[in-house]
């Protein structure tokens, strides 16, 4: 957590707060950090979060087999847990990366 770059970097994916929040698809990594929304989620979406977050305690990696793609360090779409919000690490900032 929490990058050691010396200069600041203009991180356009967190503006510089290490984390990204936001609505939509499970953006990858611990999945404790989504809260799917069971309003526009079907229970099996529901249950495969919850499997995945059991999961995640007991071995911190993060379910690949769900057909979530990566992007540019990013699991964005199609992931089984539908829709809702998240808070995650920003996936540069923890690198030391930019965008
Ligand atoms: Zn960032």
Same mark, same amino acid.
């Given at each position: =957590?929490?990058?050691? /770059?010396?200069?600041?970097?203009?991180? %356009?994916?967190?503006?510089?707060?290490?984390?990204?929040?936001?609505?939509?698809?499970?953006?990858?990594? %611990? *999945? &404790?950090?989504?809260? *799917? !929304?069971?309003? =526009?989620?079907?229970?099996?979406? =529901?249950?495969?979060?919850?499997?995945?977050? /059991?999961?995640?305690?007991? !071995?911190?990696?993060? !379910?690949? &087999? !769900?057909?979530?793609?990566?992007?540019? $360090?990013?699991?964005?779409? &199609?992931?089984?847990?539908?829709?809702?919000?998240?808070?995650?690490?920003? *996936?540069?900032?923890?690198? $030391?990366?930019?965008?």
């Amino acid at each position: =957590m929490g990058g050691v /770059a010396v200069s600041t970097p203009e991180c %356009d994916w967190c503006n510089d707060t290490g984390t990204v929040t936001g609505y939509g698809y499970f953006p990858g990594g %611990d *999945p &404790r950090t989504f809260s *799917p !929304d069971p309003e =526009m989620n079907t229970p099996e979406e =529901m249950a495969a979060w919850e499997k995945a977050c /059991a999961a995640y305690e007991q !071995d911190e990696t993060p !379910d690949q &087999r !769900d057909g979530c793609v990566w992007i540019r $360090g990013v699991k964005i779409t &199609r992931c089984r847990f539908g829709i809702g919000g998240y808070a995650a690490p920003c *996936p540069f900032c923890e690198k $030391g990366e930019q965008p």
